[in-house]
């Protein structure tokens, strides 16, 4: 994408003849699914007759195919700049990160780097591996980048281009690609690494992002095999439901700097949080529904169309209201996400669904347009949790319950990176789960007619007050997001705070 233009690059490498000309046709049909804006196709020897005959056979039908020739790419590389236009320059925590992670490296051959999403830690990573390369640190000049999926490692290799010098090579080590040599750096999915752990030299770093999931067994394991003499992992969410302690493999972490914090120094879009509470009666719900789900099964389960509706007009008058730019909105189910988008689309919104039912083409393809202001809206489960890099997102609707303290933040953070083009985030809340914060209204109001039922906590008993919802919820929703509050939780817990007095009455506004 490029000044919000969809862009396919058919690249052609032969060694002693022109390309074949199903390079155009092949550029053409790829065009065609992408919905691209620009056809280019990428030659390593001058094209021959037969390409430029169908160049010009389809500029006849109106459609342009450029060619970029040998020459015209070799003058662009030779005019290229030592960095990419695009390099960022860090910022003060970026820079001391980035020294901090090189020095644990170098002394200790392990290093955990702690930041929440939006604040740039792949720029961290890409930073630290150029400067060890430029002073001739890693061992053999060779640097593995593992991720847990195709998407994340596409993505990694993309984020890391723009901080990189021209003269540091990239590779793909996945979906079948295997590289031909290895100087540099190779990305690639934990699954392909263990499929041709054989095949494979002596990296000096392997580096690991969203290092959470080294908890898993498939990463423990390559990461023995590779036995890598430097090792290091970058994270925003570090907690595990099954408490794994990550700092057993990379250390204590280096820096951690979360998403309250973030916030309070500008480091990350605004929130505009709002809570769209329902007046369900949900047991009412129970009874209605013939397969008598229990009220967790509801909302994963279960269907409201007149409840959705009413959610989506909501959403039509805020976006336009409030002039937003693009939204993502999470679903409990990929059902729910290909009706919900339906539901968007008669509001008079592009929507489409992405969700693991499509191939991964396909979504690419969604993403690009997303990516390109194409599409108003994209509804998903779980796909964008981690390894999409969205800025210019301002919306983020809620439509799925989740007592994962992880899922929660890495949703949230799909929001909060700063772009030129907002000027806040503006979530909207449809979870009732809500209704765990009426209970904490009924639970303090049953306290005060001394009819309360006491449950065993151990050492400790919590105790609830009445308060203003949205006053509740807004320090609900900084207490979870900040990555350092109880660390050994991976579950959303109620905070413990000085809460505001409620109105005279004492109910909930």
Request: with cysteine; hydrophobic share 40%; proline share 5%.
């Amino acid at each position: 994408m490029k000044a919000g233009a969809v862009w396919v690059f058919q690249c052609k490498h032969t060694t002693t003849g022109p390309a074949p000309r199903s390079a155009v046709e092949e550029v053409v049909a790829a065009g065609q699914f992408y919905k691209a804006d620009r056809l280019v196709i990428a030659l390593s020897r001058p094209a021959g007759d037969a390409i430029l005959e169908d160049q010009r056979k389809y500029a006849r039908l109106g459609l342009k195919v450029e060619i970029a020739a040998p020459r015209h790419l070799i003058g662009m590389a030779n005019q290229s700049p030592l960095y990419p236009p695009s390099r960022r320059n860090l910022r003060d925590y970026q820079e001391d990160a980035s020294q901090r992670f090189r020095q644990a490296l170098l002394d200790t051959g392990r290093g955990q780097i702690v930041l929440a999403t939006g604040l740039g830690k792949t720029v961290v990573m890409a930073d630290t591996v150029a400067d060890l390369l430029s002073d001739g640190l890693v061992k053999e000049g060779r640097v593995l980048v593992l991720g847990h999926t195709r998407a994340l490692v596409d993505q990694l290799q993309r984020a890391f281009w723009h901080q990189l010098p021209n003269w540091v090579h990239t590779h793909r080590l996945t979906d079948g690609e295997f590289p031909s040599y290895w100087d540099g750096i190779t990305f690639a999915t934990v699954q392909s690494v263990m499929s041709q752990i054989d095949r494979l030299p002596e990296f000096g770093l392997v580096l690991v992002d969203e290092a959470h999931h080294l908890g898993a067994e498939t990463f423990r394991e390559t990461i023995a095999e590779l036995k890598a003499p430097m090792l290091a992992g970058v994270t925003a969410t570090p907690w595990r439901g099954d408490g794994f302690d990550l700092d057993s493999i990379l250390g204590p972490p280096l820096v951690k700097l979360g998403i309250a914090e973030a916030l309070s120094h500008g480091f990350l879009s605004e929130v505009d949080y709002r809570l769209m509470a329902d007046n369900l009666d949900w047991k009412t719900v129970q009874t209605l529904s013939r397969n008598r789900y229990s009220l967790t099964e509801l909302n994963r389960k279960l269907i409201l169309p007149t409840r959705d509706e009413e959610a989506a007009r909501i959403i039509r008058s805020t976006f336009f209201e409030e002039r937003r730019r693009s939204g993502i909105v999470f679903s409990p189910t990929i059902l729910h996400a290909n009706a919900f988008a339906g539901i968007l689309r008669h509001c008079g919104f592009r929507a489409e669904a992405i969700s693991s039912e499509l191939d991964a083409r396909e979504r690419d393809a969604l993403l690009s347009r997303f990516k390109a202001g194409q599409l108003d809206f994209v509804t998903t489960v779980d796909m964008f949790n981690e390894g999409v890099d969205v800025p210019d997102v301002d919306t983020l609707v809620f439509m799925r319950v989740t007592h994962s303290r992880r899922i929660f933040v890495q949703q949230l953070g799909r929001g909060l990176r700063l772009s030129p083009n907002k000027d806040k985030v503006l979530v909207l809340d449809f979870v009732t789960d809500l209704r765990r914060v009426a209970e904490v209204m009924d639970l303090d109001r049953a306290a005060r007619g001394n009819d309360v039922e006491r449950l065993g906590m151990g050492p400790r008993l919590i105790q609830f007050r009445d308060v203003s919802a949205g006053s509740f919820m807004r320090e609900w929703m900084l207490d979870q997001a900040s990555l350092f509050l109880r660390e050994e939780s991976a579950a959303l817990e109620l905070p413990e705070l000085d809460f505001p007095m409620p109105h005279p009455h004492g109910g909930v506004q």
